[in-house]
């Protein structure tokens, strides 16, 4: 049974960095994509960042473009998101999601679509 653990969540000031981590298990196909989404009170679910792991290409939602980076340790079956500059504005709660498909130059990214999800974790940015 594939399963996603997410970790790293917590309170930071303005400005501050957290990374993220998440461990995947349970993996039986050769390439997926997988990312990090994020959802605020009384909003909907929106992508972050992901990667597709057939060739490593990646999105980045606009608003976390130059603050937001996503790794992998492939040997790990584990994701990363560093943030860095957080704003108060990026307080919700992120999801690691995992689909089982892969395309060549398309880290899909919208939440509808995808297979698995972690339990979430909080992070709130707040003075």
């Known amino acids: 049974q594939l399963q996603l653990v997410e970790s790293g969540g917590g309170l930071v000031q303005p400005g501050g960095s957290l990374r993220l981590s998440c461990a995947a298990s349970?993996?039986?196909?050769?390439?997926?994509?997988i990312g990090w989404f994020r959802q605020a009170p009384g909003k909907e679910r929106e992508g972050v960042s992901c990667?597709?792991?057939?060739?490593?290409?990646?999105y980045y939602a606009d608003s976390v473009k130059g603050r937001f980076t996503i790794s992998r340790d492939n040997a790990k079956n584990t994701v990363y998101l560093q943030m860095n500059n957080l704003k108060p504005e990026d307080t919700a709660v992120y999801y690691c999601?995992?689909?089982?498909?892969?395309?060549?130059?398309?880290?899909?990214?919208?939440?509808?679509?995808?297979?698995?999800w972690g339990q979430g974790t909080n992070i709130t940015v707040s003075s």
């Open positions: 999601g995992l689909l089982e498909v892969s395309y060549y130059g398309d880290a899909v990214c919208e939440w509808r679509s995808y297979d698995h």
């Open positions: 349970g993996v039986t196909m050769d390439y997926y994509t």
């Open positions: 990667v597709s792991t057939i060739d490593e290409s990646t």
